[in-house]
């Protein structure tokens, strides 16, 4: 054997790509605790306001939402988000517009510049697609769910709906505020942003995240993601652990090839009565929506006492309005990032 | 065409073993004369002065794609050839990926006509199968005389056992090599990276190492039943294919394969951020992979380095990762990258590095008098400084396209001089 000396490869980038706009949220990973409670404490500070001094905050400033992907919950909540605080919003759906004629994300992003928007949310099938768009236009954006990377607002509002739950104050936010506490995110975790940024996102503030899901939709690697976050194929188990149990679709959409017997996965992975009960008596129960009732989880839970559902999207609406202001405001609203 | 001598040079030529000062004098478009420092003599001629600089067959590199016919906007054979012999090559082997796919001698031999205005020579390898298609054969016998010097889907893999094992018998009645991109691409749908941690983080589809070693083996177990056939393996990524090629070879069959820099140089993590000019297929790997292609090359077990030379226009590189083509270029980097890595970093000596770009690619594809300064074999040379450090420049790239992943990356090692056929093509 030749002796190899040990060289890292140079995996460094040797031209930096342009910085994106400090505004922007594309991936959890430039949360830091700091920046998460700022968000939380502002979110906070919004709901609270009174109606007419909030409508002022971003009254005539210009949102763009850029929709290539279909959605009902995220887009309205964006969206009102922005019009409780008075912003005029444009919304361009892939159906709608030049983007069927073959448009670049780039071109498309240029031209919403042009005609003066000052913040774009993006939503994409395209893992990855917010970092181009903010690279060619400069602007905030503020990732609306990119392919299977990321959904931080979504994390965002899922963490605030844990802290409700948890009794924890936003200004307590730090790295250990969650020490002791188990997540577990069940169902097709290869396919889902939403695991992948509240997998990124919870164990920065001190949460054991328990994956949990048969292997073709939660691969051995997902532990991988970072520390605190580990793998329980038994969902029984998982349960008995947690404190909050998050359920997730089966995404038909993007299954491409996996074949899975649904009647296998029902039994071993649905969260039901019985299940519930007899594991989790207690456990906040929540879902990021669309649900498919009757599949991952039964409407005995979803519409049940431990069921958050309905609350995370409420929570939605408070964490993306200050996302938004955030985004369109002089200065990031916490100085300091990772 | 007057006559050049090279003087005071280290003249390093693989294929003879010479590692030494010495004088060359080209003539004709051929090696007329090597001897020690002075003893060559002619008035008439060009003199050169070599001093510092290494004298050295001018580089091959047997995968390339030159994008001439159909996509001229990403590259042409001028331009192509023009950052070939910047990067100090003199002999490329362009792949039939063009548009139409080069499946025919007319095709062939457009590619290889005046009017292209290739400064360095160019071999065609042309389709394995009509259009790439994995279907019919193309005609080995009629492309071979127009000119080609290996059949080839590349990018297209051919993965039906049956055309497959025809491809190679046919190759071998007319004694062409068979080129593959070993990539079941049955799956791979939709994989935009290397399967892996980094692929399921950024969310992103990964291509298993195994995609590769797989189809590799399935060639191998063809190659066995067909005498006398010769499997190239292109731009190999991975430990279990090289381990594949390497067990093919020991039991005594003509399988070679080649090594892209990026694959020794980067791992997936350059991927950062979803950077579309570290997207090529095969992908970046594991780190663990890429220090076996080190290995391997340093034992001796890969035939040589290729770089896999991929123009892509600006507009096409600037898309969502998974939308954006697979590819970066390569032939201005790949010196100053193999010495850096290689030579520097490893310790591999010089001579052995440059067999790797000279006589052992000439050798894959039986280019004759190509890769050697032996007297008698073309006017093809290279004088470069293997100590100068320098920072290669996208935009100062003679390529048409500047999709590469090492734009403001240190170089060691600068090309001064090529010469093709006795004539200078580049000069700094
Ligand atoms: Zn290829």
């Known amino acids: 054997m030749v002796p190899i000396k040990k060289s890292p490869a140079r995996s460094t980038r040797a031209s930096a790509q342009p910085q994106l706009h400090p505004g922007s949220l594309v991936s959890v990973r430039e949360l830091t605790p700091q920046r998460t409670r700022a968000i939380l404490q502002l979110a906070d500070k919004l709901e609270a306001e009174e109606t007419l001094k909030r409508a002022r905050r971003l009254l005539k400033r210009r949102v763009a939402l850029l929709f290539y992907e279909s959605s009902t919950r995220t887009r309205t909540s964006f969206e009102l988000a922005a019009k409780s605080m008075s912003a005029d919003t444009t919304l361009v759906s892939a159906l709608s517009s030049s983007i069927e004629k073959g448009e670049s994300l780039k071109d498309t992003g240029i031209t919403l510049r042009a005609l003066g928007a000052e913040c774009i949310i993006l939503r994409s099938p395209y893992s990855g697609a917010p970092y181009l768009l903010a690279q060619s236009t400069g602007l905030p954006v503020l990732n609306a769910g990119d392919g299977m990377h990321e959904h931080p607002s979504q994390a965002l509002l899922d963490l605030r709906t844990m802290l409700r739950f948890l009794g924890i104050k936003s200004a307590k936010l730090n790295e250990k505020s969650l020490k002791g506490v188990t997540v577990t995110i069940c169902g097709d975790i290869f396919h889902s942003r939403v695991a992948r940024s509240n997998a990124l996102l919870l164990p920065k503030l001190g949460a054991r995240v328990v994956l949990c899901g048969p292997t073709p939709l939660l691969p051995d690697l997902a532990t991988t993601l970072g520390p605190g976050v580990s793998i329980e194929r038994n969902f029984d188990s998982s349960l008995k652990q947690s404190q909050i149990v998050m359920m997730l679709r089966i995404q038909a959409e993007r299954l491409a090839g996996l074949s899975l017997d649904l009647d296998e996965y029902r039994s071993n992975y649905q969260a039901n009565g019985e299940r519930i009960a007899a594991h989790a008596p207690k456990a906040l129960v929540m879902h990021p929506g669309p649900i498919i009732r009757g599949m991952e989880i039964t409407s005995e839970v979803a519409d049940g006492p431990q069921s958050a559902i309905a609350e995370q999207v409420s929570h939605g609406l408070a964490i993306r309005r200050a996302l938004l202001l955030q985004a369109l405001s002089p200065q990031p609203i916490s100085g300091k990032r990772a | ?428």
């Open chain 2, 1 to 428: 065409m007057k006559p050049i001598l090279i003087r005071g040079g280290h003249l390093i030529d693989p294929a003879t073993g010479i590692d030494a000062p010495h004088d060359i004098l080209l003539e004709d478009g051929k090696v007329a004369a090597i001897d020690k420092p002075g003893k060559i003599k002619r008035k008439d001629a060009e003199i050169l002065d070599a001093s510092g600089l290494v004298v050295a067959p001018g580089l091959v590199d047997i995968h390339v794609h030159l994008r001439e016919p159909g996509q001229g906007y990403k590259e042409t054979i001028a331009s192509g050839t023009a950052a070939a012999a910047a990067g100090g090559f003199t002999s490329v082997c362009c792949m039939p990926n063009t548009i139409p796919v080069n499946d025919s001698p007319e095709i062939t031999r457009w590619m290889l006509a005046p009017e292209r205005n290739a400064v360095i020579r160019v071999f065609p390898i042309s389709a394995a199968t009509v259009g790439s298609m994995g279907e019919k054969l193309t005609n080995y016998p009629a492309l071979k005389k127009s000119g080609a010097v290996g059949v080839s889907d590349d990018g297209k893999p051919i993965l039906g056992d049956e055309i497959m094992f025809e491809c190679l018998k046919a190759a071998t009645r007319y004694r062409l090599p068979v080129i593959q991109h070993t990539e079941d691409t049955r799956l791979t749908a939709g994989c935009s990276m290397n399967a892996g941690p980094v692929a399921f983080r950024l969310g992103l589809r990964g291509m298993t190492v195994e995609s590769e070693s797989s189809l590799a083996e399935r060639d191998i177990a063809l190659v066995r039943k067909v005498k006398g056939a010769h499997l190239h393996v292109a731009h190999l990524s991975s430990k279990k294919a090289l381990d594949a090629v390497n067990a093919a070879r020991n039991e005594g069959l003509h399988v070679t394969c080649e090594v892209a820099p990026h694959h020794f140089v980067l791992n997936e993590e350059r991927i950062g951020d979803y950077d579309t000019n570290a997207k090529m297929n095969p992908p970046l790997r594991a780190e663990s992979d890429r220090a076996a292609m080190i290995e391997g090359i340093l034992q001796g077990r890969v035939d040589c380095i290729a770089t896999d030379h991929a123009p892509h226009a600006c507009h096409e590189k600037e898309q969502e990762f998974e939308r954006a083509p697979n590819g970066i270029t390569g032939l201005e980097t790949a010196l100053g990258l193999t010495i850096s890595v290689l030579h520097k970093q490893h310790g591999m000596p010089l001579p052995s590095l440059l067999a790797m770009l000279t006589h052992r690619p000439a050798q894959v594809l039986s280019l004759t008098g190509r890769g050697t300064l032996a007297v008698g074999s073309h006017a093809d040379v290279v004088l470069f400084d293997p100590n100068e450090k320098w920072t290669f420049r996208a935009k100062d790239s003679r390529s048409k396209s500047k999709n590469t992943p090492f734009d403001g990356y240190p170089m060691l090692g600068r090309v001064h001089t090529t010469i093709s056929e006795g004539r200078i093509v580049f000069q700094r």
